[in-house]
């Protein structure tokens, strides 16, 4: 019977940081570039004599990150030299934070958060132009913000449930896009397994993951890698590892290296900060910029409006989505049940005529939105008809009235037009009504639809059952 091992990992995340210039120059941040070597300049260069200046912004958003995790900011801070040689680095060294970072400690849905510090990105090193490799620069030097976690997830789902909650954040205070498939936001996750829980194993780390799906893959992949080393009575090797999506499995890259092997000092060249005797830094100057967050807003949908969970998962995760649902309902201040309304249409229909492009609203604006769910309420317009009327409007815009009205979908109500009605369908349906009558009330409803189909669906189908069930009581 194979022994219980226990898994442990830790995350570090790095994200890249939109501000509108680099971390240590004023060379412009664009991470949208697709031209090597434009956003270039001596000092992110590492030309002789060039001398490094903090970017204010930078500082500022990893601080509002520390306080939106509940993290301590950091009185006193400074940067340090990590050293290591790599082509990407211009400088033979990497500014960093090593002992005094901006923020310690801190929590996100349940996983404690070690330091959050912030260095500066490297270039990139481009393979695919035969037996020789380029660098791009315009990359190095941008502000890149760095999260550790303390070693206590046990399992892939957690690990990505964390990381995808920090990119929420990240997104809600505008810090970063954190989109992952442009390099926004890139994983590691450190895994070890071992016999005794109060002992870590050997870590081995997962690097460069570039997809929430690869981050859990890669950590139940390597666990059970890890598990299958010890249980064969071997040893586990200190090492880095990538992660071949294709193969769906992880493979060794090299030695891991220790925190000594980079020689960290303190940077001569930049100032140490005291973050306390720098006004807007202070936690009174931050609070004002920190929006409503991911989880108190889910509260907040939950408390005031009543909505099903998994919609006020799609307001959470898609802004446009979002700004919709939240500028339709000034509309209806505290109407529960039109509230909802707006939420169905929106979570049903809207993301469904989107055809998976990331919650996409078309053409329509929340006054019209409001008043096709006014029309409903109003019994103008049957919830068949708003469909289509919600349809057109996605697709070219318009008031729902007026798209109703020439399409033939305002409800009838006219109860003269609907007696009429009523007579034929009543003259044509003889054994239908015969069942009504012995007690068959689902022969109701087919009558109502006889009518429905003989207005064209512009008739409003209450009003049409009341005259029926009138007439057939008479």
């Not at 990590?82 to 923020?103: A, E, R, T």
């Not at 481009?126 to 190095?140: E, K, P, Q």
């Not at 936690?283 to 099903?308: C, F, H, T």
Request: glycine share 6%; charged share 30%.
């Amino acid at each position: 019977m194979a022994k219980k091992y226990e898994p442990t990992i830790g995350l570090e995340i790095h994200t890249e940081l939109k501000t509108n210039t680099k971390m240590f120059c004023s060379c412009k941040n664009d991470l949208e570039e697709k031209r090597p070597n434009i956003n270039v300049c001596p000092v992110c260069m590492a030309h002789p004599g060039t001398l490094p200046v903090m970017n204010k912004e930078a500082i500022k958003s990893v601080l509002k990150v520390g306080m939106a995790l509940d993290g301590r900011i950091a009185d006193y801070t400074e940067f340090d030299r990590k050293n290591y040689f790599y082509p990407d680095i211009p400088k033979g060294y990497q500014i960093s934070q090593y002992k005094h970072p901006l923020v310690l400690g801190g929590e996100l849905v349940g996983v404690k958060i070690t330091r959050i510090h912030l260095e500066e990105d490297t270039a990139k090193s481009v393979h695919d132009r035969g037996d020789f490799s380029l660098i791009d620069y315009n990359r190095a030097g941008v502000p890149l913000m760095e999260l550790v976690t303390e070693p206590v997830i046990k399992d892939g789902a957690t690990a990505v449930k964390f990381a995808k909650e920090l990119q929420l954040i990240l997104r809600y205070l505008n810090v970063s896009d954190a989109d992952m498939e442009k390099g926004q936001m890139r994983l590691e996750t450190n895994i070890s397994v071992s016999e005794n829980k109060n002992k870590l194993g050997t870590k081995v780390e997962v690097k460069n993951l570039n997809s929430f799906r690869s981050v859990g893959l890669a950590i139940d992949y390597e666990i059970k890698r890890q598990t299958d080393v010890l249980e064969r009575g071997e040893e586990i090797k200190q090492e880095t590892r990538g992660w071949n999506e294709n193969k769906q499995e992880t493979f060794s890259q090299r030695e891991k290296e220790s925190s000594h092997d980079y020689r960290y000092f303190p940077e001569p060249d930049l100032p140490k900060l005291k973050i306390s005797e720098i006004e807007e830094f202070s936690k009174k100057s931050l609070s004002k910029e920190i929006p409503e967050l991911p989880s108190e807003k889910r509260e907040r949908y939950k408390k005031e409006y009543g909505i099903k969970d998994e919609n006020i998962e799609i307001y959470i995760t898609n802004e446009k989505l979002r700004s919709l649902f939240e500028e339709t309902i000034k509309e209806f201040k505290n109407n529960k049940n039109l509230i909802k309304l707006v939420s169905n249409y929106i979570t049903s229909d809207i993301v469904g005529f989107s055809k998976g492009e990331n919650g996409v609203v078309g053409k329509i604006e929340p006054k019209n939105l409001a008043r096709m769910i006014e029309m409903i309420e109003e019994s103008l317009i049957s919830s068949r008809g708003a469909k289509d009327v919600l349809l057109m409007m996605y697709e070219k815009g318009g008031n729902p009235k007026e798209i109703a009205k020439s399409k033939n979908l305002l409800q009838v109500s006219d109860e003269n037009r609907l007696k009429k009605i009523v007579e034929k369908v009543i003259k044509n349906n003889q054994k239908v009504i015969e069942t009504y009558k012995n007690g068959n009330e689902a022969s109701l409803q087919y009558l109502v639809g006889q009518g429905m189909k003989e207005s064209g669906g512009s008739a409003n189908p209450n009003a049409l059952k009341k005259l029926i069930i009138s007439a057939l009581s008479s």
